[in-house]
């Protein structure tokens, strides 16, 4: 059975930092590309950032490039989100997603339970 | 980046009932689109992918159409457990992005 289950969230004030995990399990993590996606308060869903399978390669939103860092320890099967200068924009329930493709067109298919970041003073 | 506007916002239905939901992307996606259930307090969960694949272990009372720029979420005969936000997702570009949402309840 795929588990995704994030930690590390929690009260952060403005301008501080805070790393996410999500650990992985019931399937090969490392054949998957993932992903993070955030839900403000009451709001839609909204991508923030995806790693390659091998790490090689990540993608953000505009509004946390240069904040935000997706990375991957493949061995530890898990998943990291280390945000840093954080906004009170930034507060959400943040999940971790698998990604994958059915021929060239892709779609996240599991998703974690989330976890709560709030920013503020 | 990709807009989705999906409507309606919000749906009122009653057991039994047919309903669609509607997503327009700003330009085509090429059936890289999915729909999502999401209950109160609840990760999302996957219904549609490639804007017409059943996920297996969803009820055939969903599906899902369209090409283009026009895709919809049918639910044929709604359910008391069908209640929750339905959300649909474009992966064709980045940044990914998701419809704004329909809040369905049971009448």
């Known amino acids: 059975e795929v588990q995704l289950v994030e930690s590390g969230g929690g009260l952060v004030q403005p301008g501080r930092s805070l790393k996410l995990s999500c650990a992985a399990s019931?399937?090969?993590?490392?054949?998957?590309?993932m992903a993070w996606v955030r839900q403000a308060p009451k709001k839609g869903l909204e991508w923030v950032a995806t790693i390659s399978y091998d790490g090689s390669s990540t993608y953000y939103r505009d509004s946390v490039k240069g904040r935000f860092t997706i990375s991957r320890d493949n061995a530890k099967s898990t998943l990291y989100l280390q945000m840093d200068s954080l906004r009170s924009e930034d507060t959400a329930t943040y999940y971790c997603?698998?990604?994958?493709?059915?021929?060239?067109?892709?779609?996240?298919?599991?998703w974690g339970q989330g976890v709560m970041v709030t920013v503020s003073s | 980046d990709i807009q989705m506007t999906q409507s309606p916002a919000s749906l009122s239905a009653s057991l039994g009932e047919t309903i669609s939901i509607e997503c327009r992307a700003s330009?085509?996606?090429?059936?890289?689109l999915a729909w999502y259930q999401q209950k109160s307090g609840k990760s999302p969960q996957l219904l549609i992918y490639a804007a017409n694949r059943l996920q297996d272990g969803v009820p055939s009372r969903f599906s899902g159409s369209g090409s283009g720029t026009q895709y919809s979420l049918k639910i044929s005969g709604m359910q008391p457990e069908d209640e929750g936000d339905y959300f649909c997702?474009?992966?064709?570009?980045?940044?990914?992005?998701f419809g704004g949402g329909t809040k369905l309840e049971l009448k």
């Open positions: 997603a698998r990604w994958v493709y059915y021929g060239y067109r892709g779609y996240f298919d599991y």
């Open positions: 330009e085509d996606i090429y059936s890289n």
């Open positions: 997702l474009q992966g064709s570009k980045f940044p990914w992005t």
């Open positions: 019931g399937f090969t993590f490392s054949d998957y590309n």
